[in-house]
Each structure stands twice: as structure tokens, then as C-alpha cells.
């Protein structure tokens, strides 16, 4: 049974800094393609950052030059470092995790909290 488990949500000011992590139970961590989405209130759910496991990355328009997408395939890990937050990010985020090769295998986890406000 595959897991995700998210941290490192929180309150945070506009313009400053969250970073958040999720660890994954997969055997075969290599295999995946790791992602974070989000979901604001009364919006659908949308792609914000995408990692192969070479480590080639994709971004949300809306987070290019704002966050960092990086993992770690000996860790099982992948984080998501958030700069120059707005209001506008506050959403829960989730880890996602897709099978490169078979894109049925498709997991996420439970959602960490992130609000930015004053």
C-alpha cells in the first residue's frame, strides 16, 4: 500500500517563505513521476509542480520563479520550496505520485494546509 505523507503547512505573511515535504512508501521511488497540486476553497484542484525522477522539472505559470521542486530518490522524498508567497497560494497542497511507466498507479496524499495572510 502506497503512502504519502505531507508536512510543513502553516501560516506564513505574504512574501515569506514555507517549504513543504512529503515521504513516500514506495519501494520503487525511481519509478515515479513526484507532484504537488493544490485546492483553494470552491476551486478545482490544479497542478503546481511536476519532478521527473532525472529530475526534470514543471511549473504552474503562477509559481514559476517562486518555488523550487526537488526529491530525493534515496530519501523517498520530495519537497516543495515556496518564496515570495501571496495570498492567492493559500490552499491545501498535495503530494502526487504517478507511475511513469503505468499511469493508473496514481497516488496522493492527504493535504497539508498552507495560508498566506497578514
Known amino acids: 500500500q502506497v503512502q504519502l505523507v505531507e508536512s510543513g503547512g502553516g501560516l506564513v505573511q505574504p512574501g515569506g517563505s514555507l517549504g513543504l515535504s512529503c515521504a513516500a512508501s514506495i519501494i520503487i521511488f525511481s519509478r515515479y513521476t513526484m507532484g504537488w497540486y493544490r485546492q483553494a476553497p470552491g476551486k478545482q484542484r490544479e497542478l503546481v509542480a511536476t519532478?521527473?525522477?532525472?529530475?526534470?522539472?514543471n511549473y504552474a505559470d503562477s509559481v514559476k520563479g517562486r518555488f523550487t521542486i526537488s526529491r530525493d530518490n534515496a530519501k523517498r522524498t520530495v519537497t516543495l520550496q515556496m518564496s515570495s508567497l501571496k495570498p492567492e497560494d493559500t490552499a491545501i497542497y498535495y503530494c502526487?505520485?504517478?507511475?511513469?511507466?503505468?499511469?493508473?498507479?496514481?497516488?496522493w496524499g492527504r493535504g497539508t494546509q498552507v495560508t498566506v495572510s497578514s
Open positions: 502526487n505520485a504517478r507511475n511513469s511507466l503505468d499511469g493508473s498507479l496514481d497516488y
Open positions: 519532478i521527473t525522477s532525472p529530475g526534470n522539472t
